[in-house]
């Protein structure tokens, strides 16, 4: 149990466009959704809590109108990249907060590499 | 505030050999802490995760976590090293303020044959 998808896992696009990447949870409803990016050889860092019904909470330093998310079901939440530059070319995580009995626990999807020509 | 230190950034074994990752942490609350596994171009996957229920968690694939209270400290071990257990490991503490997550530098491990 407690699996999480992303798609696509990568994916390759030009300077200017836009890129829209999925986050499912398959087999639990997450009303909590986190969206982090990591540098080569670095740990994770959070852009985003995704709350399911209401407006994401972004970190300081990350640009909400660049950096899209929707929140639309307790199974779904979506990255969208606008006007992608070369250095959006990252590796794209997303969790799902599964309520647990002692604590609430984060699953990871597999990732979706981003490269921006 | 919290903090996470993982305090090998690189550790080689030999396969069957035992496998020891360390990692402090510090909390002002009763911390929740984690231990994940990414392989490379992957996701994060759950190793196993300390709740205050029992100092002795186990995980996934062999490994085990001790909590240690008094040292502050939540390392990571295995009895015998797996040439698949080469990974990327975070040692991971959840806080009071609500579910955010902070992340130790990881450790990657690298298993000899």
């Known amino acids: 149990g407690a699996v999480v998808s992303q798609h696509p896992s990568r994916v390759i696009c030009k300077s200017g466009t836009s890129v829209k990447i999925e986050c499912r949870s398959l087999?639990?409803?997450?009303?909590?959704m986190f969206w982090y990016r990591q540098f080569p050889k670095q740990s994770l860092m959070l852009m985003a809590t995704s709350n399911e019904g209401s407006k994401a909470t972004y970190e300081q330093g990350v640009e909400k109108d660049k950096f899209l998310i929707n929140h639309a079901s307790l199974t779904l939440s979506t990255l969208t990249v606008t006007s992608a530059h070369p250095e959006d070319s990252s590796f794209y995580i997303c969790s799902a907060l599964l309520a647990g009995v002692y604590t609430d626990t984060q699953y990871f999807g597999p990732g979706t590499r981003l490269t921006v020509l | 505030a919290q903090s996470v230190t993982q305090l090998d950034s690189h550790v080689s074994v030999s396969e069957g050999t035992p496998v020891l990752l360390r990692c402090n942490y510090s909390s002002s609350y009763s911390p929740s802490l984690f231990w994940y596994v990414q392989h490379p171009n992957k996701g994060l996957q759950l190793l196993l995760k300390?709740?205050?229920?029992?100092?002795l968690v186990k995980g996934i694939n062999g490994f085990e976590a001790e909590f240690k209270k008094s040292e502050t400290s939540f390392h990571l071990t295995k009895p015998s090293a797996h040439m698949s257990d080469a990974a990327e490991y975070f040692c991971?503490?959840?806080?009071?303020?609500?579910?955010?997550?902070?992340f130790g530098g990881g450790t990657r491990l690298m298993v000899k044959p």
């Open positions: 300390y709740t205050s229920a029992a100092t």
């Open positions: 087999d639990f409803q997450a009303t909590t």
């Open positions: 991971v503490v959840s806080g009071n303020a609500g579910n955010m997550l902070t």
